[in-house]
């Protein structure tokens, strides 16, 4: 089955809803214990977002196994999210903002492990700065890219050593503003006879090198983040 066209400009794709309908996460549920207690814990709960125009991909023959580390960082009294924004001249998702991650190498014994790795590459977080807490389900990319999000605390004292061949920047998002569904847009559009809707969730805010600007997060980044939403108020 054929591969989905890729979306070059999701800011041009018309909005058609927020889901301002839905409740935020408590401020109770926010916090480091909270979310270590639900994983340890967990209540039945469904993804909502399981891949990328699911049913072209079901026909896909070669899938890729990646995983990326959902960051959280403690700062001015509430977790934060780490995230990236890729370098424009990448040859997949340029300038997209995305967590740590990448495909699993074969040295990798697990999940976890690439997430880690990864992490430690792209941004420099040492594997000792980060207490991995869980991971969430599976999110299967258009371009067929099996990814596992591991999360992980991570010490608020890590310094960052940003790739800058990878990574053109790295910025945080406090956790309570991505897990608000007010601040969740749904765009559809077609492309070609294929339907394809996704959630964004544009902050404005200070990267590493202190300006501000908007940081569109978007595609498999915002569903991954709507699915810790989804786990975090189940």
């Known amino acids: 089955m054929t591969r989905p066209p890729l979306i070059r400009d999701p800011k041009a794709i018309p909005v058609i809803g927020h889901d301002a309908h839905l409740p935020a996460v408590p401020a109770v549920g926010l916090s480091a214990a909270a979310i270590r207690q639900r994983f ?30 959902v960051p959280l960082v403690e700062r001015d009294g509430g977790l934060h999210v780490l995230l990236t924004r890729r370098t424009d001249h990448l040859h997949d998702h340029a300038g997209q903002v995305s967590f740590p991650g990448g495909r699993t190498d074969p040295e990798d014994v697990d999940a976890v492990a690439t997430a880690l790795r990864e992490a430690q590459e792209e941004v420099g977080l ?42 053109d920047e790295a910025f945080e ?62």
């Open 40 to 69: 340890e814990l967990p209540q039945v709960w469904s993804p909502e977002f399981l891949g990328d125009a699911n049913a072209a991909l079901s026909g896909a023959r070669h899938r890729t196994e990646a995983s990326v580390l």
């Open 126 to 167: 040492e594997p000792a700065a980060i207490e991995v807490i869980g991971c969430l389900p599976v999110y299967t990319t258009v371009t067929s890219y099996v990814v596992t999000p591991v999360v992980g605390l991570v010490n608020p004292a890590a310094a960052l050593s940003i790739d800058p061949f990878e990574v």
């Open 173 to 234: 998002v406090p956790l309570s503003f991505l897990m608000n569904p007010a601040h969740h847009r749904r765009h559809r559009m077609m492309l070609g006879e294929q339907v394809r809707e996704f959630l964004s969730m544009p902050w404005v805010g200070t990267g590493h090198r202190g300006v501000e600007r908007e940081y569109f997060i978007w595609g498999a980044t915002a569903a991954m983040l709507r699915n810790f939403y989804r786990f975090l108020s189940a």
